[in-house]
């Protein structure tokens, strides 16, 4: 053995201090070729986290054996996003070697916040739906079951965010410029991935008509693992992202053709499929790169579980006993045929027991109910792209048809209605259909919006296959969203309750009892100012801007998109702007608003939300009159790092979406766990934050979803509230004449025409005078201190049920049949 071997060989994976520090020198030297006298900032950072790494190796290892000799059933969690954001602090919280770390870092010199904050976030998600994902990750992990996220390693993940003379501009993020030590690549897991060709038919030798898919163009899959920690529980399970490489024997022809430069364009063509993200959300644009994306997902992964499956089981047919795959949203259910084609192509299965396989393994999370949203892929480019899957798809189709004939008689509108395939001048793939037709359960992400697919998109399969669709309401992870996030909230908490909230979060309910202890409440109100304060000090180093401290923190934070209405906030503002201008004596309640959010790149009027957010900011932040009354600002580049200094600095929390159009939300639960007080809709997971923290404990107002449809029905004019409601006039009239952008006083036309000849969609002006009144509660809760944080504490204390442990649990009892492994014996014990 040499000796550099048996150097490496002796990196000690102690937990304590000495240990910890030895390994990061070793690593320095002997991974980096560095030493601690010349190493920079980002080689220490990285020597960090291989020695992060070391300590989790052996559990990784050991969990998978242990699934492997269990024969436990996996769980496959497939999403063309995960936003796991940083990796360090989670962890070393899961690890339970915060301190340990702290102290090593210390001790060598650097501060671990500085190295902690080297870590790019990694971003590859666009916004809930793939922070649910990460969310999900840790909890399986927590509650020991065997689930394993698939996903992409995309080169650049959500783009970044500048803001320049008010507006966006779209930067790439090259998170992967200097690597990433989390991600272990395994050039022996590696898989090809088919294109084009075309189906071809023949007879095997029973007889039976099968069919090939020949003449196809491949790219590979190479895995990338990224390691997923439990809680202190021993457990960690795996983040696969595929990224695309080019086949190996590529193009040798060209070489000897000495078409060497063309050669090499192929292979960047092929590793475009994992470039880079698509930053849409709610929003189909059916490019031919995102569905070979999908495809190329759903082809690795499924290829990946299936060697997997065939390592342990002699049998395909027990498939759904020992494996579950869940579709995050329909950008994976291309799963469905491919694989009722490998089962029939590849493993000679008939028809019926591939689907009956097919069902049983597969189901969908539906997220949203907004039509243009839906993803439809054109049957054309389905036909050059993927022959084979289209043949598929078509007798899915066609069998499915004959089955709503039996059901419902001939009703040509209904068929039509749930046909997978819509004719017309494009006929398409209705991905949402093809998931409910061929999974056994889809589900909706919060009571309200599982109830609204019933009874609107889906119902016409609601009334087919009532037993398929099912709610899970949404949730988040307690370990990053309070443990990590909000450490002074955390440890007081456990100093009053102990720790067993951060894996059972309904034990925060003992808190209830606290809200007369005068103690108790200094010090959960006072960190409440601390959280503040370290966000001012953030905005004030980065921004140069002073944040009031004193005023209350009314944060909204999200993609920025009209049914989310950030718009109605900015009115809010400006109307405070125009009270404050008008009676400046009058007292008023200290405010200052904030917000943060990307827009999709090609949604021009959430563009120009931000450029009037922004031009509102302005005109208000450089009036001396303002000063200690009002403020308002646009921070940039939302990310789960900013929402990390945000959510727990908030007072207020912006929930105020138009009722129907937000499915869950998940920045509302985090906020309330926080104990920021919400403003907000009965949409969504509001209608259940509700219900948990008790109707004295959140600010609700504004129309429902029958509210909504009876103004639509009766005849909606947002004319006339405009003209009801001074204040708002006063705004519009400004915004429309340029009072925020005298150089430019028609910029903001596109937005008042949407509000007044459009005729509000999105119901803004018939919700503002309520809003304006809800904000006016805010502002008396506000001014009685003692008051206010009992609401805000009830808000910590009983928002238990939106931990993603409950969300898993419930998926995991009611959709992947694996409850007999939740916590099996291995339940965290106390630190
Ligand atoms: O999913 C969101 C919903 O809008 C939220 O209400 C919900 O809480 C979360 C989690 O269920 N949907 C998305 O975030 N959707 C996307 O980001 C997306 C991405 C690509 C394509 C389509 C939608």
């Not at 950008?331 to 694989?339: K, S, T, Y």
């Not at 705004?731 to 150089?743: N, S």
Request: a negative charge.
């Amino acid at each position: 053995m040499s000796t550099t071997t048996s150097k490496k060989l002796n990196v000690k994976t102690g937990m304590d201090t000495e240990s910890i520090k030895a390994d990061i020198l070793s690593h320095l030297r002997y991974s980096l070729a560095t030493d601690i006298e010349t190493a920079n900032k980002k080689e220490f950072y990285k020597s960090v986290v291989l020695s992060v790494m070391d300590r989790l190796h052996d559990s990784w290892l050991n969990t998978q054996k242990e699934y492997r000799e269990k024969k436990t059933k996996k769980i496959y969690y497939i999403s063309m996003e995960f936003l796991i954001g940083r990796l360090l602090d989670n962890a070393l919280v899961n690890l339970n070697l915060e301190q340990e770390f702290r102290d090593a870092c210390k001790d060598l010199g650097y501060d671990y916040e500085e190295i902690r904050d080297i870590e790019n976030d990694a971003a590859l998600g666009n916004g809930g739906l793939g922070r649910l994902a990460a969310c999900f990750l840790d909890s399986m992990a927590t509650l020991g079951l065997a689930g394993f996220g698939y996903g992409i390693k995309y080169d650049y993940g959500i783009f970044k965010q500048k803001i320049h003379d008010g507006y966006q501009i779209e930067r790439p993020d090259d998170w992967l410029r200097f690597g990433t030590p989390w991600a272990t690549t395994r050039p022996s897991v590696m898989y090809p991935v088919r294109f084009y060709g075309r189906s071809v038919p023949y007879t095997d030798e029973d007889g039976h008509l099968r069919f090939k898919w020949e003449n196809t163009q491949h790219v590979y899959a190479l895995a990338n693992d990224i390691p997923m920690p439990g809680f202190r529980n021993g457990v960690v399970n795996n983040l696969r992202l595929w990224k695309a490489t080019s086949p190996k024997s590529l193009d040798l022809t060209s070489f000897n053709q000495g078409e060497y430069i063309n050669a090499v364009r192929d292979i960047e063509l092929h590793e475009n499929i994992s470039r880079v993200l698509y930053p849409n959300d709610k929003i189909f644009v059916g490019q031919e790169l995102r569905l070979k994306q999908e495809y190329f997902l759903v082809s690795s992964t499924l290829q990946d579980i299936l060697r997997e499956y065939k390592q342990q089981h002699d049998d395909l047919r027990d498939l759904p006993k020992y494996v579950a795959i869940q579709c995050n949203d329909t950008h994976p259910n291309l799963a469905v045929p491919d694989l009722m084609r490998i089962l029939m192509d590849e493993e000679g299965f008939d028809w019926e027991t591939s689907w009956d396989i097919t069902v049983k393994t597969l189901s969908y999370t539906n997220h949203t109910v907004l039509p243009e949203a839906l993803e439809k892929w054109p049957v054309s480019m389905l036909r050059n792209l993927l022959p084979r899957h289209l043949q598929i798809i078509y007798e899915i189709n066609k069998r499915f048809i004959n089955k709503v004939h039996e059901h419902f008689g001939d009703d040509v509108n209904r068929v039509r209605r749930m046909s997978i395939i819509s004719e017309g001048e494009q006929p398409s793939v209705q991905m949402a259909n093809l998931g409910i037709v061929g999974t056994h359960k889809v589900n909706g992400v919060a009571a309200l919006h599982t109830d609204l697919i019933k009874k609107t998109i889906f119902r016409d399969f609601f009334e087919m296959y009532p037993e398929r669709f099912t709610n899970k309401t949404n949730g988040i992870t307690p370990r990053r969203w309070l443990k990590q996030c909000n450490k002074p909230l955390a440890d007081l908490i456990t100093s009053e309750i102990g720790d067993s909230w951060i894996t059972h979060l309904s034990d925060l309910r003992k808190l209830d009892d606290k809200v007369n202890d005068k103690k108790f409440m200094k010090k959960y109100s006072d960190i409440k100012q601390q959280n503040k304060e370290r966000l001012a000090a953030y905005v004030k180093e980065n921004y140069g801007f002073e944040l009031n401290t004193k005023a209350i923190f009314d944060i909204q934070i999200k993609r920025i998109h009209e049914y989310k209405r950030q718009l109605m906030l900015a009115i809010y503002a400006a109307a405070q702007y125009n009270y404050i201008k008008a009676n400046p004596d009058a007292p008023v309640v200290p405010r200052t608003i904030i917000f943060a959010g990307k827009a999709a790149p090609g949604y021009a009027m959430a563009k120009m939300f931000i450029k009037l957010i922004n031009s509102i900011s302005d005109k208000i932040n450089n009036d001396p009159d303002m000063e200690g009354k009002l403020q308002c600002f646009f921070l940039d580049n939302y990310s789960v790092t900013l929402a990390e200094q945000l959510i727990p600095a908030a007072d207020v929390s912006e929930q105020i979406s138009t009722a129907g159009m937000e499915a869950s939300g998940t920045g509302n639960m985090k906020f309330a766990l926080n104990g920021a007080v919400t403003i907000g809709t009965l949409d969504g997971a509001n209608v259940e934050i509700k219900e948990e923290v008790g109707d004295e404990n959140i600010i609700i107002f504004g129309l429902t979803v029958e509210g909504v449809e009876e103004l639509r029905r009766s005849g909606y004019s947002s004319w006339e509230y405009y003209n009801a409601d001074k204040a708002l006039k006063q705004v519009i009239d400004q915004i429309r004449d340029g009072f925020f952008e005298p150089d430019h006083p028609s910029l903001f036309h596109t937005i008042t025409n949407s509000l007044l000849d459009g005729n509000d969609y999105f119901l803004v002006l018939a919700d503002y005078p309520a809003y304006a009144e809800a904000q006016k509660e805010v502002d008396a809760l506000y001014s009685k201190p003692d008051e206010w944080f009992k609401v805000a504490l009830y808000n910590t204390a009983r928002v238990g049920k939106f931990s993603s442990d409950r969300t898993i649990s419930d998926y995991a009892t009611d959709i992947w049949g694996c409850e007999d492994q939740l916590n099996k014996g291995r339940e965290y014990q106390g630190s």
